[in-house]
């Protein structure tokens, strides 16, 4: 199985997130954009995610909310940039727990001979957001998302070899 890659060089506040995935960037796009992919992989293990708004347009906000089993929940929001489209998508990302403590997020769909690099690039605010993103187990569950995401695609495009 592939790796996750992670980069978050010490006092810049951003991380990068890299995957490659053997499948066409579409379904890669698909698993980002389609609310009944989205919850089959974005929130932690253990976790229940709904869709609580996802309007997928220039200005369009969405939200979605990681239910513990004991009801416990977390809630995320923000704002979609430009138009998404499978080469990329814009938009911030703010947990609602840190009210103003918002980061970009810029994922890139990369495809070449029916592979696809998938890049998570989070802008944050200050070097002490990321930070507390990466203490509050950011890149295993980053890791975890995207072992999931892969299995994912490879049921939504299964790679004849």
């Known amino acids: ?7 978050a060089e010490s006092r810049v506040p ?27 992989w974005c929130a932690p293990r253990g976790l229940t995610m709904t869709v609580d708004r996802f309007d997928l347009r220039d200005g369009g906000t969405w939200r979605h909310q990681h239910w513990e089993p004991d009801g416990t929940d977390y809630a995320f929001h923000g704002v979609f940039h430009g138009d998404p489209s499978p080469g990329g998508i814009v938009r911030t990302f703010e947990f609602e727990g840190r009210p103003g403590h918002v ?7 990369s495809e070449r001979d029916g592979t696809t690099l998938l890049t ?4 944050y605010q200050s070097v002490e957001d990321r930070d507390l993103d990466l203490r509050s187990g950011l890149e295993e569950s980053a890791s975890d998302s995207m072992d999931r995401l892969a299995v994912l695609v490879a049921r939504l495009a299964p790679v004849s070899r």
């Not at 199985?1 to 980069?7: L, N, R």
């Not at 995957?19 to 698993?31: G, K, N, T, V």
């Not at 998570?120 to 802008?123: A, D, E, G, M, S």
Request: glycine share 0%; proline share 4%; aromatic share 14%.
């Open 1 to 7: 199985m592939a790796s996750t890659h992670f980069v």
């Open 103 to 109: 980061s970009l997020w810029t994922v890139t769909f």
């Open 120 to 123: 998570h690039n989070t802008v």
């Open 14 to 40: 951003q991380v990068v997130i890299t995957r490659e995935f053997d499948a066409p960037r579409e379904f890669l796009f698909r698993a980002h954009t389609d609310p009944d992919l989205l919850v089959q």
